[in-house]
């Protein structure tokens, strides 16, 4: 069984701080890796996707990856109160796209 | 530009009727999809398209048949709709076979009654 984890949260933490997501998956084969944002009603949306071991940044988001440890993160810094919404993170192998139940972040003014 | 677009936006059925959910896309995307969101589960595959003309299972395809009318259009249908079908269900694209890049139409929430 594929199984990707999320802490469902919530994580709530204070304007301008960092906020740190985590994803754990289990199949070993898993070669891409992706963050997607949700909020609460709409539509998921792509904000970071990672391929290789090590850290990603585009702007304020890194993504980072650690295939030994099979393990995938997101950082958020200087955490605005739009960032609030729920953070799925997904990972695929071989036209299979697993995703996790998403962590819902709440960023307070 | 539109995207990926769904209908309905809602729909109420009872137990053991059917419908059809219609999803097109105008980015001449080769794949697409059909997913399920249920609180606490996260998004699970219901059926994949890679390319006109061919359809694959994908996590959790029981009570759903699809077709990929062409390249633009991908329907799911409910033959007989049970309570366990309600659910939030998005259809998705993306430009290549390898899944990436997924471009999620609005949604469908959909009660079984």
């Known amino acids: 069984q594929k199984e990707v984890e999320q802490n469902s949260g919530p994580l709530s933490v204070p304007e301008g701080a960092i906020a740190s997501l985590n994803c754990t998956y289990s199949?070993?084969?898993?070669?891409?890796f992706f963050w997607y944002r949700q909020y609460s009603g709409k539509s998921p949306e792509l904000i970071m996707s990672?391929?290789?071991?090590g850290d990603k940044e585009d702007g304020r988001f890194t993504a980072q990856l650690n295939k030994a440890s099979q393990y995938v993160s997101l950082l958020i810094r200087d955490s605005q109160p739009s960032d609030s919404a729920t953070y799925l993170c997904?990972?695929?192998?071989?036209?299979?796209?697993?995703f996790g139940a998403g962590t819902r972040l709440t960023v307070k003014p | 530009n539109a995207g990926v677009t769904q209908t309905p936006k809602f729909q109420v059925l009872k137990t053991g009727q059917s419908m059809t959910l219609q999803c097109a896309q105008d980015m001449n995307h080769n794949s697409m999809y059909w997913y399920r969101q249920d609180p606490g589960m996260g998004l699970r595959l219901i059926y994949y398209?890679?390319?006109?003309?061919?359809?694959d299972k994908g996590e959790v395809p029981n009570g759903y048949n699809v077709s990929r009318l062409n390249k633009r259009e991908f329907s799911l249908r409910l033959e007989s709709a049970a309570p366990s079908q309600t659910s939030v269900y998005f259809c998705?694209?993306?430009?290549?076979?390898?899944?990436?890049?997924?471009?999620f139409g609005s949604g469908t929430q959909l009660s079984v009654l």
């Open positions: 990672i391929y290789s071991n």
């Open positions: 998705a694209s993306s430009p290549r076979g390898d899944n990436e890049k997924l471009f």
């Open positions: 398209s890679a390319s006109e003309g061919t359809t």
């Open positions: 997904a990972v695929y192998n071989n036209n299979d796209m697993r």
């Open positions: 199949d070993r084969g898993s070669q891409s």
